[in-house]
């Protein structure tokens, strides 16, 4: 079981930047890779960032050059970041972070991000 906690949410002016936090427990080992998502109001649930246990990145396209994902291993305890930078009003939405293991992928509570002057 991995489980898997959210932080760092907020609300920001246009033109912010706020840092993502998402702490990862339990069987971490299994961890292969892990990613952002997110999801506005009445909308279906976007990709934003995605990083390979090799530390290869990808984007969403509406994020590109504004938003980048990173990962630290600690011993007991994989957290992942999203720095986001240049925030917009279309960014705001509920950020989820998903890790994937072997078998099945875990998927944490949310955390909230609302880009509003």
């Known amino acids: 079981q991995v489980q898997l906690v959210e932080s760092g949410g907020g609300l920001v002016q246009p033109g912010g930047s706020l840092r993502l936090s998402c702490a990862a427990s339990g069987s971490i080992f299994s961890i292969y890779a892990m990613d952002w998502y997110r999801q506005a109001p009445g909308e279906e649930r976007e990709f934003v960032a995605s990083i390979s246990s090799g530390g290869n990145t990808n984007y969403g396209d509406s994020v590109k050059g504004r938003f980048t994902i990173s990962r630290d291993n600690a011993p007991n305890t994989v957290y992942l970041y999203l720095q986001m930078n240049s925030l917009k009003p279309e960014d705001t939405a509920v950020y989820y972070c998903?890790?994937?293991?072997?078998?099945?992928?875990?998927w944490g509570q949310g955390t909230q991000v609302t880009v509003s002057s």
């Open positions: 998903q890790a994937f293991t072997a078998t099945r992928s875990y």
